[in-house]
Nanobody, 128 residues
Framework: QAQLVESGGGSVQAGGSLTLSCVGVGYTYTYTAACMGWFRQAPGKEREAVAGLYTATGSTYYSDSVKGRFTISQDNTKNTLYLQMTKLKPEDTAIYYC???????????????????WGQGTQVTVSS
């Protein structure tokens, strides 16, 4: 069964770094997805977009809250999507999800409803 599996979450102090990984199991999504993204959801809040990557162009996009601190990237040879997070802040605390689109993606990178496949999430906790 095809699925996305995230890893790399954990607890860090403010100012620290983490790198999240999202591996496709059962299908090579990095070759077939038109758009891949990272989202996060904090307790009591809606799921929000963090970063997106369009595979055809390699274009990347970030929310204003993480721009300059987070980097999204992919490794097709490993069928893996990454999110490098630096200068972490307590407000970055959330469950982080990776998501991929179908090949015929017509949505936008920051709309969760436009993505077809989701991982189970990985917890990131940043303490002050």
């Amino acid at each position: 069964q095809a699925q996305l599996v995230e890893s790399g979450g954990g607890s860090v102090q403010a100012g620290g770094s983490l790198t999240l990984s999202c591996v496709g199991v059962g299908y090579t999504y990095t070759y077939t997805a038109a758009c891949m993204g990272w989202f996060r959801q904090a307790p009591g809040k809606e799921r929000e977009a963090v970063a997106g990557l369009y595979t055809a162009t390699g274009s990347t996009y970030y929310s204003d809250s993480v721009k300059g601190r987070f980097t999204i990237s992919q490794d097709n040879t490993k069928n893996t999507l990454y999110l490098q997070m630096t200068k972490l802040k307590p407000e970055d605390t959330a469950i982080y999800y990776c998501a991929t689109s179908s090949a015929s993606f017509v949505g936008t990178w920051n709309r969760p409803g436009d993505f077809a496949y989701w991982g189970q999430g990985t917890q990131v906790t940043v303490s002050s």
